[in-house]
């Protein structure tokens, strides 16, 4: 018999009743420390009182109102954005996915008020994931994602990871958007050097097309600056935003300039929920927090701390571990055993951590773990590695 919940999750046995900061609480009293952070959505970790303020504030206010109307507190998140981006405006949705879906919207209308509406092709890299949507599992089009949905949404073309040529001869007069994660989450934590991201933008400015950043899961400030792509010095024409953002409660976003949203006028798209009060009162205490940059020299100091005493862990295990890589505290650990085994070792040792593809474990503490947690957590992970081993 069907569960009564959709089987579409691998759930590990694992029950939490409770969050406290870096902390989950197991329904049998286990206090797991967590570098899962809800796939980097709990980036100011379980219960933080800024945020558990802002929520019941608003809940004893108004938790919703249509978009027919004004949202202030949409207002101030958008102003907010703007202020510390490169964008010109901002569209709140309740997820990255409904990010997804806008942002292919918005390069294929700007073609088509553009007079060039041929172009709606959208250039896409292998090991991409952009959320669950026909859109997203057409952007992202491997067969894991697409396989028995079809018909596909069309009008992507994918590239393989990191080949400059293909890259190339794929700019044809049909594509409007490239659209790539600075740092691929889902793909196993592989990060785009800064070298490709410019790149990236130089290709786009020489054809005229857009370029598109999906930073849902390493935006707001997973990697030491608020967005990802700051480390190269460009910025993009549109950006996807989520997870981080509502620091666990619901809420995307997309980010454009002026021109490439210049085709979003309005009756073109909408959302019921997209920027409700609830959502848009926590985004903001979210942003006061992480927009800082005080809070963002610490995120790089305890990204450096953890990045190497994983070199160590990493030195320690040559037979469970095989190299770190990731950016800031969107770390991976590519693994030589089964990652499977190391995730279930880790949940041994009362340790979140999450598997990703490529055999990669994914380490995405919340922005606020200290550095004891962190000396904590590896003395997990050694302890981890070493029930592999004997095993
Ligand atoms: C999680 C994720 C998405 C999808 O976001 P949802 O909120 O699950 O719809 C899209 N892109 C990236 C890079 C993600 O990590």
Not at 91 to 109: D, H, I, P
Not at 166 to 195: C, F, H, K, N, S
Not at 204 to 220: A, F, R, Y
Request: charged share 20%.
């Amino acid at each position: 018999m069907i569960p009564s919940v959709l089987p579409t999750y691998n759930r590990a046995p694992l029950t939490f009743v409770k969050g406290e900061g870096s902390w989950l609480i197991e329904a049998d009293g286990r206090r797991f420390l967590d570098l899962g952070a809800g796939i980097a959505v709990n980036a100011l970790g379980h219960a933080h009182p800024a945020l558990v303020a802002a929520l019941t504030e608003q809940a004893q206010t108004l938790w919703h109102v249509s978009n027919l109307y004004q949202i202030p507190q949409q207002q101030a998140l958008a102003d907010r954005l703007v202020a510390a981006t490169f964008a010109d405006t901002v569209f709140f949705t309740n997820s990255g996915t409904e990010a997804c879906e806008l942002a292919v919207k918005m390069a294929r209308k700007y073609w088509h008020d553009k007079g060039q509406p041929q172009r709606t092709d959208i250039v896409t890299f292998e090991g991409a994931f952009h959320g669950r949507s026909s859109a997203g599992i057409a952007a992202a089009g491997s067969e894991k994602m697409t396989g028995g949905f079809g018909p596909l949404l069309p009008g992507f073309v994918h590239l393989p990871w990191g080949d400059h040529e293909a890259l190339q001869a794929a700019i044809t007069d049909t594509v409007g958007a490239i659209l790539i994660e600075p740092v691929q989450g889902e793909g196993g934590i592989r990060p785009l050097p800064d070298q490709c991201l410019k790149g990236l933008r130089d290709l786009c400015d020489e054809h005229g097309i857009l370029l598109i950043l999906d930073e849902v899961q390493c935006g707001m400030g997973r990697t030491g600056k608020l967005f990802a792509h700051e480390w190269s010095g460009i910025t993009p024409d549109i950006m996807m935003v989520a997870k981080g953002i509502g620091g666990g409660f619901p809420l995307g976003a997309v980010l454009a300039t002026e021109t490439a949203a210049s085709g979003m006028v309005a009756g073109t798209h909408g959302s019921t929920y997209g920027g409700n009060p609830l959502a848009c009162a926590v985004g903001c205490a979210v942003m006061d927090i992480v927009a800082d940059a005080g809070f963002l020299d610490r995120v790089g100091r305890k990204a450096g701390q953890l990045r190497q005493s994983l070199e160590g862990l990493v030195a320690a295990h040559p037979k469970v571990f095989e190299a770190v890589r990731g950016s800031g505290l969107m770390l991976g650990l590519k693994c030589k055993a089964a990652n499977t085994d190391v995730l279930q070792a880790a949940y041994d040792v009362d340790l979140i951590v999450v598997p990703a593809a490529d055999n990669v474990i994914r380490l995405l503490p919340p922005l606020t773990i200290s550095e004891e947690e962190i000396t904590e957590a590896l003395s997990r992970l050694d302890r981890a590695a070493s029930a592999i081993k004997a095993a």
